[in-house]
């Protein structure tokens, strides 16, 4: 778990990137999930967009994806999703503790 100074150093940290991943109509799918993990592993930090076509609502796409590629969930803000998980083989971000 973040805790808030963290959480506040990884917001400033993903203000600039823009989302690589959207999330459509279809919702949420292991595909998705599989590249998102693969994605975090090289980044650590990323934003997913959610579409407005999406027929789920953001938390719930937020908390799956979350569970889905063990990450934290940094922030909602909008329709993007900001996910955070530490890397093991590429580590750029040094968290406040």
């Given at each position: 778990?973040?805790?808030?100074?963290?959480?506040?150093?990884?917001?400033?940290?993903?203000?600039?990137?823009?989302?690589?991943?959207q999330v459509g109509k279809t919702g949420v799918n292991d595909n998705m999930v599989e590249?998102?993990?693969?994605?975090?592993?090289?980044?650590?930090l990323l934003k997913v967009s959610i579409l407005q076509n999406c027929m789920e609502d953001?938390?719930?796409?937020?908390?799956?994806?979350?569970?889905?590629?063990?990450?934290?969930?940094?922030?909602?803000?909008?329709?993007?999703?900001?996910?955070?998980?530490?890397?093991?083989?590429?580590?750029?971000?040094?968290?406040?503790?």
């Open positions: 778990m973040l805790t808030g100074k963290q959480k506040g150093f990884l917001r400033s940290e993903a203000h600039h990137l823009k989302p690589i991943f590249q998102i993990s693969e994605a975090l592993e090289k980044r650590e953001k938390d719930t796409v937020a908390k799956q994806l979350s569970e889905g590629t063990k990450s934290d969930i940094v922030q909602i803000i909008g329709s993007n999703i900001v996910l955070y998980k530490e890397s093991k083989e590429n580590k750029k971000l040094q968290l406040p503790s």
